[in-house]
């Protein structure tokens, strides 16, 4: 990956629907350069999905999930990750093994799903935060 790669992609996170037109006109390049790029970082797996953000007036937050040793972490992950609420699963380093975040109605669902994370088999113990702010890098 070169400067010119991480120039689309800095563009591409801020919003993944800019036309590549745009994308060329911003760096100096042409339609096909930008169109080509892409295509081939994803499928180097550089970028793995174009998605939304949303700001929909619920409540974000962060459940920080430990899990007990002889656990396969990656598959506690994956199940977690189906659930509807879920925006992000992230296994991370650090007191706690995984980072759940989530985008519920309210505070009560927010809570309904600490219980449900709390009454997997392989969960020891969760924290959570909520989220009062977010920025777009």
Known sequence: MDELDREILSILRKDARTPYTEIADAIGTS???VRNRVERLVDDGVIERFTVATRT????SM????VDVDVDTAA???????WPEVDFVWQVSGEEDIVVVVDAADTNAVNDLITKARELDEVASTKTRLILDERVG
């Open 31 to 33: 339609e096909g350069t």
């Open 57 to 60: 007036g619920n409540v974000k």
């Open 63 to 66: 459940i920080e999930v430990s």
């Open 76 to 82: 506690v992950s994956d199940r977690i990750a189906e």
